[in-house]
């Protein structure tokens, strides 16, 4: 077996639906096996999605493992020399496995490498490569010198930003969201670390691999990352384990610093824990008493799936204007960017995923003027509208 494929899932079945399928996609130039975890969803995702994949091994939690220990079950099971550890709120391209084996396969001294993540607008997602939270590099990041020289090797070295995001790259550390592995990395460095429930984890195993000899790469094949879906952003949960996980990360990898050291570092960590929870609550409450942003959509597939999603369309978002196109990958390869329509009368770009590639598609959105296009996806087979904000199955 060349590569295992690994994805927690919680609570996102239709995005995980989404994402199997183009993992299915990919799968068929690389011999490959893929094992789902349920985190005790309780929302009928074992269920509803076990019937569409066979080929998919699901393992149903009763209750919820937390990311790490969740893929340290399956990676236990799992029999490829690559292992990928993927989000359910994912798309890979067609090509992404066979770029990936082909680079590892070239570079023995890779331990892991990371992707070129795109985020529904189609820009660069900069946690796509990232450096270590040395105490420096977490001052510079927390006091906000990283966002004031972002560009900087010195002081921006948390998002890396001075290397060119088209050229691979040695990196410190891989995002959890894809993280390629060689499992004889995998092996000398030891599994994901248990005592990070969620957040921390992708760092602290990119830091041991480093620490085992080998390195990391950033690997510039893009995918698509709708960046936590699974999560609620806005709660206290979630920002008191975010935060926390950089504590522990901090405490187990640099307690050897003087006190005096630690305690500027850790101030900053709970402080933007609750400047960012405060922040959070305010957002969180406009969204529910403001007015929900209206999706005026160009929507590009067969005469059938344009149909089902006008039906959906006039139902959710009737208040908005909306453009059907018939067309697919061969007919009209430049899909919304064909030079007769008006982007700038959009906010979203809705294909239907059985008549463009996705590789196809990531890359129309990729190369959309001014990146002003947000991502909406449609499949005939599986009834379900999908945007960075909603899914929305079709009623029939």
């Not at 990196?171 to 994901?192: C, P, Q, T």
């Not at 597939?301 to 009737?318: C, D, F, H, R, T």
Request: proline share 4%; with cysteine.
């Amino acid at each position: 077996m060349k590569l295992s494929v690994v994805i927690v899932n919680y609570k996102v079945k239709h995005f995980l639906e989404q994402c199997l399928t183009s993992v299915a996609r990919a799968a068929r130039e690389v011999k490959t096996e893929i094992i789902v975890v349920d985190n005790a969803s309780h929302d009928g995702s074992v269920e509803y999605l076990e019937p569409h994949f066979p080929g998919v091994t699901f393992i149903a939690s009763d209750k919820n493992l937390g990311f790490a220990r969740a893929n340290n079950l399956a990676i236990r099971m799992s029999k490829g020399e690559y292992i990928l550890l993927l989000n359910p709120d994912t798309i890979v391209a067609e090509n992404t496995f066979a770029d990936f084996v082909e680079f590892m396969d070239s570079h023995p001294d890779s331990g892991g490498c990371g992707a070129y993540m795109l985020r529904t607008d189609g820009t660069f997602a900069l946690e796509s490569r990232r450096g270590l939270p040395t105490p420096f590099v977490s001052f510079c990041k927390m006091s906000g010198l990283s966002s004031l020289f972002p560009k900087s090797r010195l002081f921006g070295r948390y998002y890396m930003r001075y290397l060119d995001e088209r050229e691979v790259n040695n990196i410190e550390v891989i995002s959890g969201a894809y993280m390629f592995l060689r499992r004889e990395a995998l092996d000398k460095a030891g599994l994901l670390d248990e005592d990070f429930f969620m957040y921390g984890e992708d760092i602290d195993l990119s830091y041991r691999i480093l620490k085992s000899g080998y390195r990391n790469y950033f690997v510039p094949s893009p995918i698509l990352h709708y960046k936590g879906e699974s999560t609620e952003k806005s709660s206290y949960r979630y920002v008191h384990t975010f935060y926390q996980a950089m504590h522990l990360f901090f405490k187990k990898h640099y307690s050897h610093y003087s006190f005096l050291a630690s305690i500027p570092v850790s101030m900053a960590i709970w402080g933007r824990a609750i400047l960012a929870f405060i922040g959070n609550q305010f957002r969180h409450r406009r969204r529910i008493t403001g007015i929900k942003p209206q999706l005026n959509c160009i929507v590009i597939g067969s005469k059938q799936a344009n149909k089902e999603v006008q039906e959906i369309l006039a139902v959710k978002y009737s208040k908005g204007r909306h453009l059907f196109i018939e067309g697919n990958e061969k007919l009209l390869p430049q899909g919304h960017l064909a030079g007769n329509i008006d982007l700038l009368r959009y906010n979203t770009v809705v294909y239907d995923t059985d008549s463009y590639t996705y590789n196809e598609i990531l890359h129309l959105l990729q190369t959309t003027p001014a990146n002003t296009l947000k991502l909406g996806t449609y499949s005939t087979l599986t009834k379900v509208f999908i945007t960075e904000n909603a899914t929305h199955k079709y009623p029939r």
